[in-house]
């Protein structure tokens, strides 16, 4: 019921399996993670969740990483931050055995990050005609502006140098071929 939140959260995951997270030393599992994002939708139906994902971590499998996958494809979140692991000197996880080639680690980077554009885009879609207020942030570029909702779907316009940082209600209309949402002035 606050209003000092606006429906947007980004919840680190980092795996999605509790042996990886066990190994990360990450203090919860999955089942933990699930129950906030789920508490997430319940209060706020639209409110935009995205995950931060690591793949390669040492001691990850092709078994861990499919069980992350499908994990991830399930939970009701709408994109995905994906790193790839990289060794850092003198950490527990530089010493570890198992470490995933750096191929592995950048096709399976490559296959989150295509969910990931999949979550979006369904996210978007959900909240296509609906009415939202806009930040607009950036400047000029191609001949339009882009900002974003309170709930993170990102919106553009045609360019008007009047509307960088403002917001204004905007009724979100279809996705085009960026990937953005354009929209049309409410009560302009």
Known sequence: SSQRFVPHFHVPLQSGTDKVLGLMKRRYRRDLYTQRVQKIKELMPDACIGADVIVGFPGETDEDFRETYRYLTDLDVSYLHVFSYSERPNTPAAEMEAKVPDTEIAQRSKMLQILS??????????????????????????????????????????????????????????INHRGNVLAEFVNP
């Not at 879609?125 to 339009?144: D, R």
């Not at 974003?148 to 509307?163: G, I, Q």
């Open 117 to 174: 554009e999949k979550k979006r885009r369904h996210f978007y879609e959900q909240q296509l005609g609906k009415e939202e207020y806009v930040l607009f942030e950036s400047k000029e570029s191609g001949g339009i502006v882009t900002g974003f909702t309170r709930n993170y779907v990102k919106v553009e316009l045609p360019f008007h140098s009047a509307l960088i940082n403002t917001v204004h209600k905007v009724k979100l209309g279809i």
